[in-house]
């Protein structure tokens, strides 16, 4: 590395001279956003016809599945990869034994179902694999005596992901971080003869404040109250650790790794993609997006510009894509430009 920088000393080195001109630094450009890099996170609420403004999350709604088969629509239009679909479930339905989570007609089963029908392979569908958004505490497992039980939770966690595996789903991404969940999760796809059903494991997820909007979105902060996730989601000071939860997901058969949140962890996501160099994504969280929109509705900063440096940036620590809640937004400016 010495060597390399004694190489040239100014005046003979100058970088500013290869800033001069917009050709001259589009030709030393290191990174690039594509659309192949972006998945978009949607919300979908039951209904017909409607959509609901998520008030943490500027610009995005929860949607009916017409009008979530729609926007599906519009990514398919302009080439997006995938979308990562979420259920916003009637809390009635939310209870200690989160059946409606094995439900084959549930709300997600039921959207995946009419996405796969209008758009076919031209669209990849993700679903989370995790008990939050049916559980009446909010948490991603099962409870039993106030603790998050693991091996319990893994057996709902399997049909679960089965049940979406049928109703069409791509790609199953378990974000509960209990242990062995991929696993067991692999086995139990297998044996349903769904070989062809990608993993996409949120490896290293962590007990990150940045979730606060998508649990308004999915409304489980009012069912979690004053609990926290933190006896399975990461410790947001460990970055060793993250490789080891990477290391086992990768060998009980992830087919890729996800780190997540997204800006505040970029380091995890350089460190990922050189330790393991398997398919590494990212996700720019609610907190994250929720942060530059206010701020862009302040005036304060340049929404646009924002997102396409923030977006830009998990390229440059290494992501393979990511989910943005920007996603359609990026994709537009992509295909403007
Ligand atoms: C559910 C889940 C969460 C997110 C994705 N899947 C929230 C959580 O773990 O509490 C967060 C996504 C976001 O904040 O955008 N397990």
């Given amino acids: 590395m010495a060597d390399l920088f004694s190489r040239g000393e100014y005046p003979q080195t100058r970088l500013r001279r290869s800033r001069q001109h917009d050709w001259s630094r589009r030709m030393v450009r290191e990174n690039c956003l594509s659309v192949d890099d972006l998945i978009w996170p949607l919300f979908v609420c039951e209904g017909d016809n409607s959509r609901e403004k998520i008030p943490s999350m500027p610009g995005v709604e929860r949607l009916s599945i017409d009008l979530l088969v729609e926007a599906v629509g519009e990514a398919v239009a302009l080439g997006i990869p995938a979308v990562a679909l979420f259920p916003a479930t009637d ?11 094995v439900n084959p007609e549930n709300l997600i089963c039921r959207a995946v179902h009419a996405v796969k029908v209008a758009h076919g392979d031209k669209i990849g569908v993700i679903c989370d694999v995790a008990l939050d958004p049916y559980s009446s505490h909010g948490q991603d497992g099962l409870v039993r005596d106030g603790q998050v039980v693991n091996d319990e939770t893994l057996e709902m966690l399997c049909r679960q992901a089965t049940v979406q595996a ?140 924002v997102m396409l440096e923030s977006l830009t940036a998990f390229k440059r620590a290494g992501a393979d894509g990511v989910l943005t809640y920007f996603a359609l937004d990026a994709a537009k400016w992509l295909r403007e430009t």
């Fill in 166 to 305: 049928e109703a069409g789903c791509d790609v199953i991404a378990p974000s509960d971080m209990m242990d062995g969940r991929v696993g067991k999760i692999r086995q139990a796809l297998d044996e349903a003869n769904f070989q062809n059903v990608q993993i996409m494991a949120y490896a290293a997820k962590y007990a990150s404040a940045f979730y606060g909007p998508f649990r308004d979105a999915v409304g489980s902060s009012k069912n979690l109250g004053g609990g926290d996730k933190r006896t399975y989601q990461m410790n947001p000071a460990n970055a060793a650790e993250a490789l080891r939860e990477v290391a086992l997901d990768i060998a009980e058969g992830a087919d890729s790794v996800m780190v997540k949140p997204g800006m505040p962890y970029l380091d995890i996501v350089r460190q990922v993609k050189e330790t393991f160099a398997v398919p590494t994504f990212a996700y720019q969280v609610s907190g994250e997006y929720a942060m530059l929109c206010a701020a862009a509705e302040q005036g304060w900063l340049d929404r646009n510009a």
């Fill in 91 to 101: 809390s009635k339905l939310k209870t200690e034994e989160c059946l409606e989570a």
